[in-house]
């Protein structure tokens, strides 16, 4: 593998990681009251591990752009043109990600003192600007996804036909699976679903890429 496949695929994987941990400091809940429409699971969190988390997440968040190009590399011999317009897509994702990631540290500090904000609409205001960037990366991880499988399926990228099913959207749906049957396990993956996606991504990427032809088909 080319050092800039290397280097870019280790960026991608230290992205989830820095991220994953600092989404974990904020979202953990050992009572897996894990919501979209309340922050109840924050409770226990204390503000060190707010402000922590916030930090850490932020500081891994602008690598996953250069894992976005890295995965589009990996692509791009069977299409120019599809694997940018992956990267693309999964670029716009991130920026919408990292808007909702930064602002996780301050609804949980809104949700340790829910008395000043009795009788405002604070929570209402950030669940409709805030929750609502995050159907955002939903669906452009799924789009991401649809053609990392097409053009992989192709045999003509540079990973072998079977790294088809370690995809972004199927790696998430197994976390939410691994929850439902497990929750033992699953609480200390669902909070953090999409950067263990990734992280699994990037270590395969890492290890079994690499086997295909130069050639760029437009």
């Known amino acids: 593998m080319q050092l800039s496949l290397k280097l870019t695929g280790l960026l991608g994987l230290l992205a989830a990681i820095l991220v994953g941990t600092g989404e974990f400091l904020i979202h953990f809940d050992p009572l897996a009251r894990f ?98 960037l995050l159907q955002v990366i939903r669906i452009t991880t799924l789009i991401l996804s649809g053609i990392y499988i097409y053009l992989v399926l192709t045999g003509r990228t540079r990973y072998p036909k079977w790294m088809a099913a370690v995809n972004p959207i199927v790696l998430i749906l197994l976390s939410f699976l691994i929850f439902a049957f497990n929750k033992d396990i699953g609480i200390y993956i669902m909070p953090i679903a999409l950067n263990v996606a990734f992280a699994i991504f990037f270590t395969c990427s890492l290890l079994f890429g690499d086997t295909c032809p130069e050639e760029v088909n437009e």
């Open 35 to 132: 919501s979209d429409s309340s922050y109840d699971f924050m409770l226990d969190t204390t503000e060190t591990r707010l402000t922590t988390g916030h930090f850490f997440a932020m500081i891994g968040i602008p690598f996953y752009f250069i894992g976005s190009w890295h995965i589009y590399q990996m692509l791009r011999s069977a299409s120019n043109k599809l694997a940018f317009t992956a990267f693309l897509i999964a670029s716009y994702g991130f920026i919408f990600g990292a808007v909702w990631m930064g602002s996780r540290a301050s609804i949980g500090s809104l949700a340790h003192h829910a008395e000043l904000i009795k009788g405002t609409d604070l929570v209402s205001l950030y669940q409709l600007r805030y929750e609502t």
